[in-house]
Structure formats: C-alpha cells, structure tokens
Nanobody
Framework: VQLQASGGGSVPAGGSLRLSCAAS????????MGWFRQAPGKEREFVAAINYDGGSTSYVDSVKGRFTISRENAKKTVYLQMNSLNPEDTAVYYC?????????????????????WGQGTQVTVSS
C-alpha cells in the first residue's frame, strides 16, 4: 500500500480544511489508519486514528470536538476534517496505515505501530 496525502493549505484562525489520504495497492479496507502531525522543532504527535471499518475512532485531546477522522474503503481514502483551526494546529500532517491486525476492531495511537506512511501535507493557520 502506498499513501498520498493532500488537502493542506493556509487558512486563518477559525477556518477549516479537509485532508485526504488516498491509498493505492494492497488491502486498504483491512488497515487501521491514523493521522499524525509534526510542527517545527517538535516531535511527531498522534492526532487521530480509525479502525478498519470506521466503527472506532480516537483523538488527541487538543483536537476533540474540532477534528473528525473518517474513511471510505470503496475509495481507499481516509479523511481528516479539521474545523475551528488555530495557530497551534500548524504542522505537517501525515497519514499512516497499520497492518498490525487486519480487519480487527483496533485503532492505534503510537506511531511505532504504523508501518506505512504518506509524504505529509503542510497545514498553516494564521492568527
């Protein structure tokens, strides 16, 4: 599976963006998926995760109520809808896939449990 993230850009505080991560090849529908972000000078951090069928999701506390992760397995795509953006959300956003337990109900928060990564898309939020 190869992952291609898109949808980043520059928005003012309070704005919205929707990131997409399209997969090619492989059994996308069985993978748990996640979004991570890395701001300049900071470590990569978990943002959101979703299990193989979208029935379970998890978010870092700082984005709860503002971000929504979802997926369309028929399109081999996972999304991150980001609303009420603030300057602290500025980062490069990465999507990731985990083949750790295909078709399980699990989602994962640690980056170490993901074995496939997209190239990243820049999100910049101005104050």
């Amino acid at each position: 599976v190869q992952l291609q993230a898109s949808g980043g850009g520059s928005v003012p505080a309070g704005g919205s963006l929707r990131l997409s991560c399209a997969a090619s090849g492989g059994i996308f529908s069985g993978y748990a998926m996640g979004w991570f972000r890395q701001a300049p000078g900071k470590e990569r951090e978990f943002v959101a995760a979703i299990n193989y069928d979208g029935g379970s999701t998890s978010y870092v506390d700082s984005v709860k109520g503002r971000f929504t992760i979802s997926r369309e397995n028929a399109k081999k795509t996972v999304y991150l809808q980001m609303n009420s953006l603030n300057p602290e959300d500025t980062a490069v956003y990465y999507c990731a896939a985990s083949s750790r337990a295909l078709y399980s109900g699990n989602y994962y928060r640690p980056a170490s449990l993901y074995n496939l990564w997209g190239q990243g898309t820049q999100v910049t939020v101005s104050s």
